[in-house]
């Protein structure tokens, strides 16, 4: 597949065709050599990082609903990731626990993650990863928050 023009593309463009290409080639990893989706590694990494938690804890960590949580959690129980437990004080209540397993996973995906391989040349310049960072946090932060829609309609 021959790669369109996009020296004169926006870059919240570029910003956008990036996102997607990064997760489909992520998606395909996760679930080719570690058994999970993009969804199940939020909360594996969640729960590997934060320890055992409530469910809608766990959710806010992850930035999704409650509700969307429980068929991630449905999953990764599936697979012995993920332990329910109910909470002691209110029976109503759970809070979600790796298991062993779990905790393997989680840590061969941490290692994964950080085992420095830059991604491009840029990236491999640590002030222009420094750079791309800002940018991107600064990103993610506006988009989670909404402060850019706020700003699109003054």
Sequence with gaps: MKLARLDDVPLGRLVAIAGRLAAQRWQQLLTEEFDLTPSGMSVVMT???????????VAGHCMVRPA????IVDTLEKSGYVE???NT???RGVTLALT?????RGRQLVAY?????PLTS???DPAKAAVVREFLLELISKLHTGEESDERSR
Excluded: F, Y
């Design 122 to 124: 840029v990236d491999a």
């Design 113 to 117: 993650i950080h085992r420095g391989s």
């Design 47 to 57: 729960l590997l990082r934060e320890g055992e938690l409530p469910h809608g804890q």
């Design 100 to 104: 062993e397993h779990g905790v393997e």
């Design 89 to 91: 004080g209110d029976r």
């Design 68 to 71: 969307t949580l429980t068929g």
């Design 84 to 86: 329910r437990r109910r």
